[in-house]
Every structure is written in structure tokens, then in C-alpha cells.
Nanobody
Framework: QVHLVESGGGLVQAGGSLRVSCAASGGTFSSYAMGWFRQAPGKERQFVASIAPNGVSRYYEDFASGRATISRDNAKNTVDLQMNHLRPEDTAVYYC?????????????????????WGQGTQVTVSS
């Protein structure tokens, strides 16, 4: 069983930056595609970014492209999401997710249903 724990959320002013992290335990982290999703109150869970097991292929939702960077450290079993130029509409709970059974260079998983394991989430609040 894979256990994912997010950290790094908090309150930030609009225009600022924040880095959220996810630490994994159990399983073989280096074989999983990893993704970040977010969910604002009253809204559906939304894809933010994903990364292949080898860390090369990365994908971003349109709103995140140019403002967010997903990265991973397979030696430390962590995946991070750096977000810049934050806006109040970025306020949400941010979740990391892991997908098993992935080829080493495939990170194109944009749907929450494609992931097998989830963290508990970390709150990011952007004030105007």
C-alpha cells in the first residue's frame, strides 16, 4: 500500500509563490506516475500537473502552464509542485496522487480516475 502525505500549503498573497510537497512511502515510488490535483469548495477535483516515473515527461493544465512546475526526486520519494504568480482562484485543497503500472516515460494521466493512491491534501489559500 502506498501512503502519500502532502505538506507545504498555507496562506499566500496574490502574486506570490508556494511550493507544496508530497512524500511517498510503501510501494516502488520510481515506478509510479505522479500527479497533482486541486479541489476548491463546491467544485470538482481538477487536474494541475503530472510527471512520468523518470521525471522527463511533464504535463500541465492550461491554467498551470507557465506558472507551475512539477518535479520529483526518486531517491527521496518525493514530488513537488512549485506555483508562482498565484491568484485568488488558485485557492483549493491540493492533492498528490500516484498511478501504478506505468511505463517509465509515460506521465500523460490527466484524470483523477487514472490514479490509484491519494494523499489527504494540503490547503492553499491565496488572498487578494
Amino acid at each position: 500500500q502506498v501512503h502519500l502525505v502532502e505538506s507545504g500549503g498555507g496562506l499566500v498573497q496574490a502574486g506570490g509563490s508556494l511550493r507544496v510537497s508530497c512524500a511517498a512511502s510503501g510501494g516502488t515510488f520510481s515506478s509510479y506516475a505522479m500527479g497533482w490535483f486541486r479541489q476548491a469548495p463546491g467544485k470538482e477535483r481538477q487536474f494541475v500537473a503530472s510527471i512520468a516515473p523518470n521525471g522527463v515527461s511533464r504535463y500541465y493544465e492550461d491554467f498551470a502552464s507557465g506558472r507551475a512546475t512539477i518535479s520529483r526526486d526518486n531517491a527521496k520519494n518525493t514530488v513537488d509542485l512549485q506555483m508562482n504568480h498565484l491568484r485568488p482562484e488558485d485557492t483549493a485543497v491540493y492533492y498528490c496522487a500516484a498511478r501504478a503500472g506505468t511505463t517509465y516515460n509515460d506521465g500523460y494521466y490527466l484524470k483523477s480516475s487514472e490514479y490509484h493512491y491519494w494523499g489527504q491534501g494540503t490547503q492553499v489559500t491565496v488572498s487578494s
